[in-house]
Structure formats: structure tokens, C-alpha cells
């Protein structure tokens, strides 16, 4: 047995991967990640920390959130289903992306049907954009450089995940949705994930994987009320 860590450690300085740059300093928009150093009273006291952090950093576990469809999916952090989280199979869908490239609908529907897909499976992404610790090197150029999906594609991997009679997906570009002019609509991209699926965004070092299948176990923060938040993933290879 193999195990491999997909989740992105959170760190100061780690590029926000929601709203404009320009927000950087907005309370609607706070720094992704801060840890604060204190320390107890009594001399030679005992060391701690204090994390403050946006709903998003890193990879994290996204659940239903626009106000739409909010209150038809009552799941929260504190409330999903841990079966389905943990020895969760999941099939490798291979879409080799680089800088700014976009994922088009045909890419998913070639690479899924590819792939050696088994009914319930949750399909892990990879574009290979999460590896070699990239993050670390390009800062928020990490953000404003990974690939991204299509509005078009966003449609098509809602119908995929439907007719694979999945409800989970997991990919390794920064984010869904687009910051730069879509090349095939020429407007920016929008997602909204719909009631009743889970995706988990950010995953890294997914090129680790060897198998075209793997096990994981994922581990979102339980937090009463809340629809997204760091998750740990680990995938177990047999």
C-alpha cells in the first residue's frame, strides 16, 4: 500500500483563490491564511498560535453555496456523509494543461471516456498545473496563470458526473471559474456546483499518482454551519 498526499499546506502569503487582486486588502476579501504567535502569561510559558483564515485556502471541501440552491442541500462541513469520504474510490482523468490553457468540453468527455470509470467513482482531475510545488514558486501568479474550464466545459462535467452516476470530483488547476476573457464565449467563465455534489478544489502533487485508480481518504474541517473549508486529502494506492 501507497500513500500519497494531495493537499496543499497553507502557509503565509499563499495566493487567494477567490476575488480580484485588486481586493487584496477589502474585508470582503482577507488574506487566505495568518497564523499568530502567542504566549501564555507565567514566565517560560507555553508557546501558541492563532489561525485566522478565508472559507478557501489551499484544498479545501466545496459544498453548494450560492443563495439559490443554498437551502436545497442541507449538508455542511459538520454534516456530510463520512462514508462517502473515507476509502472513496476514485478513477485518475488525465487533461494535460499548462499556462492559461483552457479546458475545453471535448477534453473531459475524451479523458473520462478514457479513463477506467466504475459506477459511484469520483473522478480526480489532473492537469498536472498542482505539481512540483508550483504554488510556492509562483505565488498568486499560481492563481492567475492555472488553467481553467470553460463555461461550456463547467456544463459538461455536470452531465459526465451525472451519467457516471457520481457525486464527487476532485481537480488540480487553482480554481473553476476564470479571472481571463474565455477564448471560446470571450467573456469571463462562471461555475456554480449544484445540490448534491462535492468538489474538492486545489488538490496538488496528483502527478505522484502511478495507478489509474486509488482509494482516498478526505478530512474536511467539521465546523457547524459552514459550507467550504481546508480539507486534508490522502490518496491510497493498492
Request: aromatic content about 10%; some cysteine.
Amino acid at each position: 500500500m501507497r500513500l500519497i498526499d494531495l493537499t496543499m499546506p497553507l502557509y503565509e502569503g499563499m495566493p487567494n483563490v477567490h476575488g480580484h487582486v485588486a481586493f487584496k486588502n477589502h474585508p470582503i476579501w482577507p488574506s487566505p491564511w495568518k497564523t499568530e504567535v502567542v504566549r501564555s502569561f507565567e514566565e517560560g510559558g507555553a508557546e501558541f498560535h492563532v489561525f485566522t483564515f478565508f472559507c478557501e485556502p489551499g484544498t479545501r471541501f466545496i459544498l453548494p453555496s450560492y443563495r439559490k440552491i443554498y437551502k436545497d442541500d442541507p449538508r455542511r462541513l459538520d454534516t456530510v456523509d463520512i462514508n462517502k469520504l473515507i476509502f472513496r474510490d476514485a478513477v485518475v482523468v488525465d487533461i494535460p494543461k499548462g499556462e492559461r490553457e483552457f479546458i475545453r468540453p471535448e477534453d473531459l468527455e475524451e479523458a473520462v471516456n478514457k479513463a477506467p470509470c466504475q459506477r459511484g467513482d469520483a473522478l480526480l482531475i489532473r492537469t498536472g498545473w498542482g505539481d512540483d510545488e508550483r504554488y510556492l514558486k509562483l505565488g498568486l501568479a499560481y492563481r492567475e496563470l492555472s488553467p481553467r474550464y470553460t463555461d461550456t466545459a463547467g456544463e459538461k462535467l455536470m452531465e459526465l458526473l451525472q451519467s457516471k452516476s457520481t457525486d464527487m470530483w476532485l481537480y488540480d488547476n487553482c480554481e473553476m471559474t476564470t479571472p481571463f476573457i474565455d477564448g471560446i464565449s470571450g467573456r469571463r467563465g462562471s461555475f456554480t456546483i449544484r445540490p448534491g455534489l462535492t468538489a474538492i478544489g486545489g488538490i496538488v502533487n496528483a502527478g505522484a499518482i502511478k495507478k489509474p485508480r486509488v482509494k482516498l481518504v478526505i478530512g474536511p474541517i467539521k465546523i457547524k454551519g459552514v459550507h467550504m473549508g481546508p480539507c486534508r486529502v490522502i490518496a491510497i494506492e493498492d
